[in-house]
């Protein structure tokens, strides 16, 4: 059996963000972005802290990340303990800045995806020949290119903290799906979708979520992503996420 059908049995629910989702280097463009930082004088001990929230977020969701991100919250914690070293007078511009260890990789990536960013964009040769028609009602809502931006995991997980953040602080964390499967959910999002033609992300949970109820619907987005049911654009502007069929 396929790794896309056994994510869908019964049982501890656990995804995977191999292939589906982007690695640490973007998760630290997006803390950069978020922060509005400049890339050379990274505040290495703002950007650690965040990281690794973002990490703990992950596992506490029972998302499996790759190794990678274990390497790169590694090598920030010891830029972080480098910065925090005394400097000698007669050493001062001996050593270079420890945060060119992450500021060197972090360009060349950036210039790297600048470049495939660039060449996805050009037609292919074909590509508009067989089209699949597209149904009235989401041709309506669909939004222009000049209006949203894709977004990625980690602009889930912000909208994602910013709906568990309205919620009471007495109420109980519970990462698992015991009321309703992902699976369920799943079948739910693709019958709203069916009906409307897209939603906000905001549009999926009642107006008084449980924290089961949230986190099953953030793993079911999850899921749809991999198995490549749905798109998740952003508009600019107002900042709100919106979900389409692929």
Do not use: C
Request: aromatic share 8%.
């Amino acid at each position: 059996m396929s790794e896309q059908h056994e994510v869908l049995t019964d049982g501890p629910y656990r995804v995977k963000l191999s292939d589906i989702f982007e690695g640490p280097m973007d998760l630290l463009v997006h803390l950069i972005k978020k922060n509005e930082i400049n890339i050379y004088d990274i505040p290495i001990a703002l950007i650690t802290e965040q990281y690794l929230q973002y990490i703990e977020w992950l596992r506490a969701l029972s998302v499996e990340y790759a190794a990678e991100f274990v390497v790169m919250a590694s090598t920030l914690a010891q830029i972080k303990s480098r910065m925090l070293l005394p400097i000698h007078a007669e050493e001062e511009g001996e050593d270079e800045d420890p945060r060119q260890a992450i500021v060197r990789p972090l360009i060349e990536y950036l210039q790297l995806k600048s470049a495939a960013e660039q060449l996805a964009e050009r037609p292919l040769l074909g590509e508009d020949t067989f089209t699949r028609p597209t149904s009235s009602a989401a041709l309506a809502a669909a939004p222009t290119d000049d209006e949203v931006i894709k977004i990625g995991l980690f602009e889930l997980i912000d909208a994602f903290q910013r709906i568990l953040s309205g919620l009471p602080d007495e109420a109980r964390i519970e990462f698992t799906a015991d009321t309703i499967s992902v699976k369920e959910r799943i079948s739910q999002i693709a019958d709203l979708l069916e009906a409307r033609g897209s939603l906000t992300f905001f549009e999926l949970f009642p107006e008084h979520p449980t924290r089961g109820e949230i986190v099953v619907t953030f793993l079911a987005i999850l899921e749809m992503v991999k198995l490549a049911l749905i798109r998740l654009v952003q508009h600019v502007t107002s900042g709100i996420i919106r979900i389409f069929y692929q």
